[in-house]
């Protein structure tokens, strides 16, 4: 069976070589680096521009930006079909592409996240190395521990006021940094769809910015998800620790701190959400004034056969609602883990929008492309580029966030910064 | 003290050494490659389609299948038919079963997933059938998007795919707007029309060009004033398909109408 297939009904005239080539994965993959960029944004609002408030979930989040890393190439493995060969964009790199910067823009992020990731936790792993040290009888986890924290201080241990000064400085910097890096790594996803001139619905120089603002709703959204996730987990610890050990922050403390931080992120979400529609009204009412040729087989697409998706999923439930959830006063932990999810949702449908809806229709313009989304994994095919598939690089970045917070720990660590 | 033995080893290691990051240096040489790119040759192979001439009977896309190996059964083509038949009250209706493989065996056009459709023969205004292949464009999106650079342009204009070096990512197939690109349902990588360059290079023609029986398929050689393809291109009222994406496609129609995706 020919790629495609399996998942593409066609309707009138496509032309006989067209098919849905890029499915699930292929929306995984913005929804994917747009959370990295935005959880990366939220992070470098409180180390650049001191928003203090933010403290609290600016580790959170920068760590949470680690996690997704490496999923945000993973949904680009999983739809190559040659994935043995995906190397070669690193290796053979042919620079009028736009995918062939992937490669330098994505390490270059990468080492930019550990290296500020290495300043803000510097102090905490020599710390520990001391403590462990200083221990006269050593477990096998604790020696283990040991020589993963001597590795990762690299010897620097020096902890002196004036060291952790230039630590902070250089977080301060990286974030910086970072900032455009992390736009740009998204950004450039949406050049990825948005200089495909061959398709009508992708076109656009708005895309990048559009993509951009998204990523950065969907990054803030999921850091508060995952924020409340875990603050609900600890307050559930601290209830039953509280008699044992009552150096324990109380779960009243808890919970006033947990309001205050979500208050303040949803105000920043808010703000990016107002521009991401901006910007997406901005296209569609350009589009529908300027009704050039495609626009006809667009009009069909966007007002007809992808109406739910769009006016009542996209906008309606991804954007609306959560819209008046945040806007209405007396916000509670309650609402907004309803109006994130609900953000989340919105962002993912609007990435389905743009990479399913610009194939819905054949570049003759004479017929449409309906796509079925693989459910049971029949073959490797059918689970990469289907729902489990997709569930999986869902899963992997909490897993991998799980993983890393057992070596460095998100909360009740002191710092400088 | 080295003596004479040692001393020989020693140099062909070196040397040998030496020439690996050579070579690689030769492989990279930048103006070997452009001027290999943008080299003045004399050939440059372009198509001619004379749509009036064809009667769809699809023998083209049979003879490409079998010469090119493309999978018999398989929904994909590397070259196709498509029969338009304009109704009096101006419904533009297409179709290309199996991308003609067959030719056309009915009347009742293919709506997909609508099945078929039948037109009664007096409200017809206008039929006609339309040959598509590869435009192998003067400035291909195609090869520009290829992140790895296995779609390339030869020096006389085809458009071939590396099927060594393809990763399979499908962003040549989203850049194309003619949608001649698929992937090859065995070996998993990018696929089109190569003009039958393998013939080409040996003196003949392409085989959707032997096989078909009207002349409505031509092959030719634009650099050369004397083709008889470059006259009827040059002194003829000919058509090229939208050319509005800036590819400049070197596929000429005679013929062609309004309606033609």
Avoid at chain 2, 208 to 237: H, L, M, S, W, Y
């Amino acid at each position: 069976m020919v790629h495609g297939e399996a998942w593409t009904l066609k309707e009138f005239f496509v032309y006989p070589n067209e098919y849905i080539y890029w499915s699930i994965q292929i929306v995984m993959y913005p929804f994917m680096t747009g959370l990295v960029a935005g959880a990366f944004v939220l992070s470098s609002l409180y180390h650049v521009f001191g928003v203090k408030q933010l403290k609290d979930i600016a580790r959170f989040s920068l760590v949470f930006s680690l996690a997704l890393l490496p999923v945000a190439m993973m949904p680009l493995m999983l739809h190559l079909q040659q994935p043995q060969r995906g190397i070669y964009v690193m290796m053979t790199p042919h620079f009028t592409s736009a995918i062939a910067a992937f490669g330098i823009v994505f390490t270059t992020y990468g080492l930019l996240v550990a290296s500020e990731i290495w300043f803000v936790y510097r102090q905490f792993i020599v710390e520990t190395v001391l403590e462990l040290r200083g221990k006269q009888q050593r477990s096998t986890v604790e020696s283990a521990q040991l020589t993963l924290y001597s590795l990762l201080s690299m010897g620097a241990m020096d902890l002196s006021p004036e060291a952790l000064h230039k630590d902070e400085r250089a977080v301060g910097i990286l974030a910086g940094i970072g900032i455009p890096i992390a736009c740009f790594l998204h950004g450039y996803a949406g050049f990825i769809f948005g200089s495909v001139k061959a398709n009508a619905l992708w076109m656009t120089p708005l895309m990048p910015v559009i993509f951009i603002c998204s990523a950065i709703v969907s990054g803030i959204a999921l850091c508060i998800v995952t924020y409340i996730v875990t603050m609900e987990i600890r307050k559930l610890i601290s209830k039953r620790k509280k008699k044992s050990t009552p150096r324990l922050p109380s779960t009243e403390e808890l919970k006033s701190a947990e309001i205050q931080v979500v208050t303040i992120t949803v105000k920043y979400l808010v703000m990016f959400l107002v521009l991401a529609i901006t910007l997406e009204l901005l296209d569609l009412i350009f589009r529908t004034y300027t009704a050039v040729k495609s626009w006809d087989i667009l009009r069909s697409v966007i007002y007809e056969r992808d109406f739910f998706k769009i006016f009542i999923l996209q906008y309606g439930l991804g954007n609306l609602v959560p819209f008046i959830i945040f806007l209405r006063p007396g916000l509670t932990i309650r609402r907004a883990l309803l109006g994130t999810l609900l953000v989340l949702m919105g962002v993912f449908m609007m990435r389905w929008n743009v990479v399913i809806g610009g194939q819905a229709f054949s570049a003759s313009f004479s017929g449409f492309m309906d796509y079925h989304l693989p459910i049971w994994p029949g073959n490797v095919e059918l689970f990469k580029e289907g729902l489990f598939g997709a569930l999986t690089v869902i899963t992997t970045p909490f897993v991998l966030f799980y993983l890393i917070t057992r070596v460095l720990p998100v909360f009740g660590v002191k710092d400088s910064h | 003290m080295m003596n004479r033995r040692e001393f020989c080893k020693k140099t062909m290691i070196v040397a040998g050494g030496l020439i690996i990051p050579l070579s690689a240096l030769e492989v990279f040489n930048p103006k070997r490659l452009h001027a290999e790119k943008d080299g003045e040759g004399k050939v440059r192979w372009v198509f001619l389609v004379d749509v009036h001439k064809c009667v769809g009977c699809g023998f083209c896309v049979k003879a490409c299948k079998i010469e090119n190996d493309v999978t018999w059964d398989a929904n994909v083509t590397r070259t196709w038919v498509e029969r338009y038949v304009v109704t009096k009250d101006g419904q533009t209706l297409i179709d290309s079963p199996k991308g003609a493989r067959d030719g056309f065996v009915t009347q009742k056009i293919d709506q997909a997933s609508h099945g078929l459709k039948e037109v009664k023969p007096e409200e017809i205004a206008k039929g006609f059938f339309v040959p598509k292949l590869c435009n192998h464009c003067e400035n291909p999106p195609c090869v520009q998007v290829c992140p790895v650079g296995a779609t390339y342009q030869t020096g006389d204009g085809v458009v071939l795919v590396d099927r060594t070096w393809c990763i399979g990512c499908g962003y040549c197939v989203m850049g194309c707007p003619y949608g001649v690109r698929y992937f090859h349902p065995e070996l998993h990588v990018a696929e089109k029309c190569t003009l039958c360059y393998h013939r080409l290079s040996q003196g003949m023609l392409s085989a959707c060009v032997d096989a078909c029986p009207f002349g409505a398929r031509r092959v030719g050689n634009i650099r050369d004033p004397e083709d008889p393809v470059t006259k009827i291109i040059t002194t003829e009222q000919v058509n090229v398909l939208k050319e509005e994406f800036g590819t400049k496609p070197q596929v000429f129609y005679l013929g062609s109408s309004r309606e033609v995706k």
